[in-house]
């Protein structure tokens, strides 16, 4: 579904991103994970066309992309998680929602509703539902329209671990249904390991583990790494 080849995009001096090599299999939930400052963010906002990469190509779907841009890739079905709802002043989740999900053709709000557990929300002004909530309708948002690529960073950000692993379970069960493959960054690793069937480890810009949790959990350049930063 996506392929990163020797991606590589330096801010100044600073190489975010260093030759990353990376393959999301078709209805994957693949996990992006490493310590701060690793160049995760950066990894999406290049999938995504947010910024342009120094080197290296990106193959969605067969088809290089790498010049394309944001809205190419919105189009061709790449969508990504917002940072806060964005919404006009005075609109309720309801309002929201339905506006989203005419403008991409969606016909199964209920279901994202339902499954998000969002229902009670739907007359709330958007500025007024909690902070859990707001991260679910940034979720509803992304998945919108069955894009065929959804990529998440750090989706349960500020949330406690049941409702981040509550979260999780709600995206990892409407992907499947929908068949959507998610590229998700993430630091609650619990959640990671729960929901992803594959990982990949980045740190300083590069890839140093790549493979199913168990072996990736295992590899001792994994441990350093996150061992370095709780230290
Ligand atoms: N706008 C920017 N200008 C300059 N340097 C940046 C900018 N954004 C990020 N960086 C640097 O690029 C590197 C990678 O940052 P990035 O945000 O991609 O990491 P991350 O893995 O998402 O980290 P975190 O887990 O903290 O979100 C870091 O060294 C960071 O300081
Ligand atoms: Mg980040």
């Not at 909690?130 to 948002?141: M, N, P, T």
């Not at 959804?150 to 981040?164: I, T």
């Not at 609650?188 to 810009?205: A, D, P, T």
Request: glycine share 10%; net charge negative; proline share 3%.
């Amino acid at each position: 579904m996506l392929e990163l080849k020797g991606l590589t995009f330096a801010y100044g001096a600073v190489k975010a991103v260093n030759q990353v090599d990376l393959f999301v299999e078709k209805g994957s939930i693949h996990g992006l994970i490493g310590p701060n400052g690793a160049g995760k963010s950066t990894c999406i906002e290049l999938i995504s066309g947010n910024r342009k990469p120094t080197a290296g190509m990106i193959v969605y779907d067969g088809q290089d992309i790498t010049a394309k841009s944001i809205s190419w890739r919105r189009h061709a079905g790449i969508s990504r998680s917002f940072q806060r709802i964005s919404v006009f002043d005075g609109l309720t989740v309801a309002d929201q929602l339905e506006l989203a999900a005419r403008a991409v053709g969606e016909s199964d709000l209920d279901t994202i509703v339902a499954e998000l557990d969002l229902g009670n929300t739907l007359t709330e002004h958007c500025e007024a539902v909690s902070y859990g909530e707001q991260r679910r309708v940034d979720i509803a948002l992304a998945l919108l329209g069955e894009p065929p690529l959804v990529l998440l960073d750090e989706p349960a950000a500020g949330l406690s671990r049941d409702e981040s692993l509550q979260l999780a379970d709600h995206l990892a069960h409407l992907a499947e249904e929908r068949g959507t493959t998610v590229l998700i960054v993430e630091h609650h690793l619990e959640v990671v390991f729960r929901i992803c069937s594959r990982l990949s480890v980045l740190e300083q810009g590069s890839v140093i583990a790549d493979g199913v949790p168990e072996e990736v959990r295992r590899e001792p350049r994994v441990m350093e790494a996150y061992l370095g930063r709780a230290a």
